[in-house]
T-cell receptor, first 111, second 112 residues
Framework: SQWGEENLQALSIQEGEDVTMNCSYK?????VQWYRQKSGKGPAQLIL?????REKRSGRLRATLDTSSQSSSLSITGTLATDTAVYFC???????????FGTGTTVSVSP | DMKVTQMPRYLIKRMGENVLLECGQD?????MYWYRQDPGLGLQLIYI???????SEGDIPKGYRVSRKKREHFSLILDSAKTNQTSVYFC???????????FGPGTRLTVL
C-alpha cells in the first residue's frame, strides 16, 4: 500500500474548532493534493502543494508537505458544519499518469 | 462551465445483465478515469484513458472494460455483472495524469 497506517480514519468536532488531518505516504513524491468529498457528491480538489512550498494556504485551509518524513497535513481553522466531509490526500503514481488516493479521513462537524 | 457528467445516477441490475455507465466532460481534457468507491476502501482506479482509443488498466480492471471513441465521452462496461460489482462508480477527467482531477457526481450501481 502507498499509505501509512497512522492516517486517521475519523474525527468528530464542534463548529468553530480547528482540525488537522494527516497523510503519511510510502513512495516519495514532490506533490500532494487534498480533496474533499461531501455526502452524495464526487470528490473536489481543495489544495495542491509542492515540495518547494512546504506550506500553502487557501482561505481557512492550510496544507503542509514534509518530503523528509513523507507526510502531509491539512488543517481547517474555524470549522463550519458545512466542512463535514471525507478528506483525501492523493499523490501521483503510475509514472505520474494518475493519482492514488488515500482511504480518507471522515470529519464530522457538529453545529 | 467545467463539468463532468455521469449517467445514469442510479441503476439496479440483476446478476448476469450487461451494464453501461456513461461519462462526459466539457473541458477537452485528454485524460479520463473510472473509479469505484466502497466503504473503507477509498477510490480504486479501474481504467485510465489517455485519449481516444488509448486506454490502460488501473488497479482493478477485472470484470470491466471501457470505450472512448470521442475525447469528451468515456464509457464503462460491465459484461455479465456480478453482485460484488455493487458500488458507487466515479468518472473523472484531468488535463494531465498528475494534475487536478475533476469528478462527476457518481453512479450508484446495485447488482442483485
Amino acid at each position: 500500500s502507498q499509505w501509512g497506517e497512522e492516517n486517521l480514519q475519523a474525527l468528530s468536532i464542534q463548529e468553530g474548532e480547528d482540525v488537522t488531518m494527516n497523510c503519511s505516504y510510502k513512495t516519495y513524491t514532490t506533490v500532494v493534493q487534498w480533496y474533499r468529498q461531501k455526502s452524495g457528491k464526487g470528490p473536489a480538489q481543495l489544495i495542491l502543494i509542492r515540495s518547494n512550498e512546504r506550506e500553502k494556504r487557501s482561505g481557512r485551509l492550510r496544507a503542509t508537505l514534509d518530503t523528509s518524513s513523507q507526510s502531509s497535513s491539512l488543517s481547517i481553522t474555524g470549522t463550519l458544519a458545512t466542512d463535514t466531509a471525507v478528506y483525501f490526500c492523493a499523490t501521483p503514481y503510475q509514472g505520474g499518469r494518475a493519482l492514488i488516493f488515500g482511504t480518507g479521513t471522515t470529519v464530522s462537524v457538529s453545529p | 462551465d467545467m463539468k463532468v457528467t455521469q449517467m445514469p445516477r442510479y441503476l439496479i441490475k440483476r446478476m448476469g445483465e450487461n451494464v453501461l455507465l456513461e461519462c462526459g466532460q466539457d473541458m477537452s481534457h485528454e485524460t479520463m478515469y473510472w473509479y469505484r468507491q466502497d466503504p473503507g476502501l477509498g477510490l480504486q482506479l479501474i481504467y485510465i484513458s489517455y485519449d481516444v482509443d488509448s486506454n490502460s488498466e488501473g488497479d482493478i480492471p477485472k470484470g470491466y472494460r471501457v470505450s472512448r471513441k470521442k475525447r469528451e465521452h468515456f464509457s464503462l462496461i460491465l459484461d455479465s455483472a456480478k453482485t460484488n460489482q455493487t458500488s458507487v462508480y466515479f468518472c473523472a477527467s484531468s488535463l494531465k495524469g498528475y494534475a487536478e482531477q475533476f469528478f462527476g457526481p457518481g453512479t450508484r450501481l446495485t447488482v442483485l
